[in-house]
């Protein structure tokens, strides 16, 4: 029971970071877009942007939806994403995925993705639906645990206390029945001496 409430803790520990790597994941999520209509740029949330649109990702800017770029060169920052901490080199005619950083050029990408379907969303839907997606077996031991291990606590906690209770008590009364036992044995004995035929026959 000791390793089952040291691998609970461990488990909370986990969860809790996960929570936290979670809220930093969310700050990859693109707040708006800089779609390209009749040769000006226009500020729209990205969910507004349709495939085949036109964006222009400007340096320090989030890139909001995949696409391939079609003008500029860059390097991109991609360690929210994939973990590489070395930044990587893009030009024309390769791909970018949403959420990577532009760092240096400014970008005009062309989307071959809605916002709904582009990488960055997919990961916050999968992260954050993770808990609700287990298993049916998975939900089972997590219902089956709560109950289970309370009651596995208190069985062994009163098969430690209530033996000894209950043997003490047993032993106790077991105890008082032979002193009094030998108590009737011996208030003859004690009363001898005040009879009177003690008295003559001695």
Do not use: W
Not at 7 to 12: A, I
Not at 131 to 151: C, G
């Amino acid at each position: 029971m000791l390793f089952y409430q040291i691998g609970e803790l461990f488990q909370s520990y986990a969860v809790g970071k996960s929570r936290r790597n979670i809220s930093d994941l969310m700050d990859i999520r693109p707040d708006y877009a800089n779609i390209e209509r009749d040769g000006e740029i226009e500020e729209v949330d990205p969910d507004e942007v349709e495939i085949g649109s036109i964006i222009v990702v400007k340096p320090g800017e989030k890139v909001p939806i995949d696409g391939v770029i079609i003008e500029g060169t860059t390097t991109l920052n991609t360690s929210a994403l994939t973990g590489e901490s070395v930044p990587r080199d893009a030009s024309e005619g390769d791909e970018v995925i949403s959420g990577c950083i532009n760092m240096t050029g400014v970008l005009r990408i062309k989307t071959t993705k809605e916002f709904g379907e582009s990488t960055v969303s997919k990961i916050l839907d999968m992260v954050e639906n993770a808990s609700s997606r287990k298993s049916r077996s998975e939900n089972f031991i997590s219902k089956f645990a709560k109950y289970y291990t309370p009651a596995v606590c208190y069985g062994a906690l009163a098969l430690a206390v209530l033996p000894p209770i209950v043997r003490m008590l047993f032993m106790g009364f077991f105890t008082g029945m032979g002193r009094l036992d030998h108590a009737s044995v011996d208030i003859p004995c004690h009363q001898l001496p005040m009879c009177p035929c003690y008295q003559y026959s001695a």
